[in-house]
């Protein structure tokens, strides 16, 4: 059988044969010049790793929690769009293969399966995400049901007060589908035949003036702990900790909202230095290898999450890809592990790794 993947990136090859051009189209994208959707990858590969050797890697743990949940790795599904638009057996079929692999899923507000579904298909641990529509109580409705239905935490994303441009999904004419989560509450379906159904749809809905006052709001609404999504900057990530959240992702969105903002591993040590450790910091944008995963935690992550290559593996191969696609990452960042001579998460430090940065101050 020629047609197993033996990496993360040949699932994306993969998907592409099994997808329509406009659904491949719209969860390959970025926006504008994908100059961030390229950085996000490349700043990866300008970090280097610096291995210890003779050390015992006979036993490695990868296993830790995120706000106290329990994790098999610090590796988490990133909340992302639509998934039936990938695979008729949607987010659900993602949920199963979290459970299997004993990994956090993170459900967008954008599901194409409804959060009860989700909720009652399996065990895994589910954090719900969160947009704020102007019609506010929709939003406030979808997290009493995440929270009636066990979800055990908001991300609240904060990078999208409108959509950014994706001018592939304009050129497409993207179909967003009716979502049945607002079913009898609002139209997901618009028929704008001049460009991205789902920009004319975000438009509409999308609340722009919500800031950080309305956090406020947010915590009078629910119990759960809230973790803000979209950090990239010392001075936002000092705001969310006075402002008293459980946690925050440093997230350029996949690279689909403001161009030209930098890689997100490239501000990630900044972020986590101004945060002190007083609240957890997670990480997503262009992780695709365990290695990957290994220099986001070298430099301060506590856990990365993981957008596209989840829906690629869901495309090429339903459950069992989304399974597979989480188990080459886990099995990655073991080996990682062991070839740099750390045993377990708390071994893997700054030293493990070299940025740029870095070499500024060498003198070779
Ligand atoms: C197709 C697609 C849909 C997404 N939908 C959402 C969403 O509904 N809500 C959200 O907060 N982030 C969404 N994201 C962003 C992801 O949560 C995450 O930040 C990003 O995908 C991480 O980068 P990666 O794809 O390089 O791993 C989406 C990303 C993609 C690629
Ligand atoms: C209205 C948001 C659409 C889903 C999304 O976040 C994305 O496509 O990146």
């Known amino acids: 059988m020629g047609d197993e993947p033996v990496n993360v990136k040949e699932y994306q090859e993969m998907a592409k044969q099994a997808l329509p051009k406009m659904y491949y189209d719209y969860f390959a994208g970025g926006s504008e010049d994908q100059h961030t959707l390229r950085e996000n990858n490349d700043a990866f590969q300008r970090i280097i790793i610096q291995p210890r050797i003779l050390v015992d890697v006979s036993k490695i743990n990868m296993s830790t929690t995120i706000l106290g949940y329990k994790t098999s790795a610090p590796i988490m599904i990133a909340p992302t769009a639509m998934h039936k638009l990938a695979h008729p057996g949607g987010e659900i079929l993602t949920a199963k293969a979290a459970a299997a692999c004993d990994v956090i899923m993170g459900l967008s507000f954008m599901s194409t399966c409804t ?20 019609r506010r109580e929709i939003s406030a409705l979808m997290v009493k049901r995440a929270e009636i239905n066990g979800f055990k935490a908001i991300l609240l994303t904060a990078d999208t007060p409108k959509l950014g441009r ?28 001049e460009g991205s159904n789902l920009e004319a749809f975000a438009s509409r809905s999308l609340d722009p003036s919500f800031s950080w006052k309305d956090i406020a709001w947010l915590k009078s609404i629910t119990k759960l702990p809230i973790l803000i999504k979209g950090v990239l900057t010392r001075e936002d990530a000092i705001k969310a900790v006075e402002i008293g959240v459980e946690g925050i992702i440093v997230s350029n969105h ?48 506590h856990a990365v999450m993981i957008g596209r290559p989840i829906v690629y593996g869901l495309a090429a191969k339903g459950e069992y890809g989304v399974r597979r696609v989480i188990e080459m990452l886990k099995d990655e960042l073991e080996l990682t592990m062991a070839l740099a001579g750390c045993p377990t998460l708390n071994d893997i430090t700054r030293n493990h790794v070299r940025t740029q940065m870095d070499n500024h101050h060498c003198r070779l």
């Open 166 to 193: 994706r001018e592939a999904d304009i050129k497409n004419k993207m179909i967003a589908p009716q979502l049945k989560n607002f079913e009898g509450l609002v139209s997901t379906e618009v028929d704008d035949s």
């Open 115 to 134: 959060i009860e579904e989700v909720a009652s298909s399996c065990n895994a641990v589910r954090f719900f995400q969160l947009y704020v529509y102007k």
């Open 254 to 301: 996949g690279a689909r909202q403001l161009d030209y903002v930098p890689a997100t591993i490239a501000v990630l040590e900044e972020v986590v230095g101004a945060v002190q450790g007083r609240i957890p910091v997670l990480f997503d944008g262009g992780i695709r290898r365990g290695t990957d995963v290994f220099k986001a935690l070298a430099l301060g992550a």
